[in-house]
């Protein structure tokens, strides 16, 4: 696995960069520390996953991560910031980043990258708690499951996924069995064409 650091202090890129090449399965192709690098050494390299800062001089991580999205629809970067932000967070999210870790969780780094590059997106434990309030703010009028083409009862799941419950919690409060739940949410992601339960939670609260 192809890993690109961008970090404006040196010292911490070093430090990822041991940390990330201890694990044995990852590689760091190189090291950037601003925002116009970031693009820049995409570009160059094509990094399976590109492990950013937000808060850089000049162009920031969020700005730079914006551009590299857009020209690349499939790229993965996976934000690690000292910075918990709601609207850092919000951003992140808005413009399809894999995740958003703090970068005082050094011990969920590698775990993070490895989920990221599964196709799963990932939240420091900082940050998915406050995922719901941040997203919903302003926002009452219940999702327009139909113009989605959900069921009812696809929107009735989605709700409570969203609420953080598990699998078996969905299926005890909707008289279900697990394995139907399970087999709805699947369907459900292939319909919204998401990736997992994270993303869907993130959809519900954007379109409430």
């Given at each position: 696995?192809?890993?690109?650091?961008?970090?404006?202090?040196?010292l911490v890129a070093m430090s990822l960069k041991m940390i990330i090449e201890a694990s044995g399965e990852m590689t760091v192709l190189a090291c950037g520390?601003?925002?116009?690098?970031?693009?820049?050494?995409y570009?160059?390299?094509m990094p399976d996953?590109?492990?950013m800062d937000i808060?850089?001089?000049?162009?920031?991580?969020?700005?730079?991560?914006?551009?590299?999205i857009k020209k690349h629809g499939d790229a993965k970067i996976l934000f690690l910031t000292t910075f918990n932000d709601d609207e850092y967070i919000v951003k992140a999210l808005s413009i399809g980043a894999r995740g958003y870790i703090i970068k005082?969780?050094?011990e969920s780094i590698v775990p993070?990258?490895?989920?990221?590059?599964?196709?799963?997106?990932?939240?420091g434990s900082e940050v998915i708690g406050k995922i719901p309030d941040m997203l919903k703010k302003g926002k009452r009028n219940g999702l327009d499951y139909e113009s989605f083409g959900l069921t009812r009862q696809e929107y009735e799941i989605v709700e409570l996924v969203a609420k953080g419950l598990s699998n078996k919690e969905c299926a005890d409060s909707l008289c279900l069995s697990e394995g139907t739940v399970r087999n709805y949410?699947?369907?459900?992601?292939?319909?919204?064409?998401?990736?997992?339960?994270?993303?869907?939670?993130?959809?519900?609260?954007?379109?409430i």
């Open positions: 696995m192809n890993i690109l650091i961008v970090d404006d202090d040196k520390h601003s925002g116009m690098e970031a693009i820049e050494l570009e160059k390299h996953i590109l492990l808060r850089m001089e000049g162009m920031s991580g969020l700005e730079a991560g914006e551009k590299i005082q969780e050094y993070a990258l490895k989920s990221v590059h599964e196709g799963q997106t990932v939240f949410i699947s369907n459900i992601l292939s319909k919204l064409g998401l990736r997992d339960r994270t993303n869907l939670a993130i959809f519900y609260y954007k379109h």
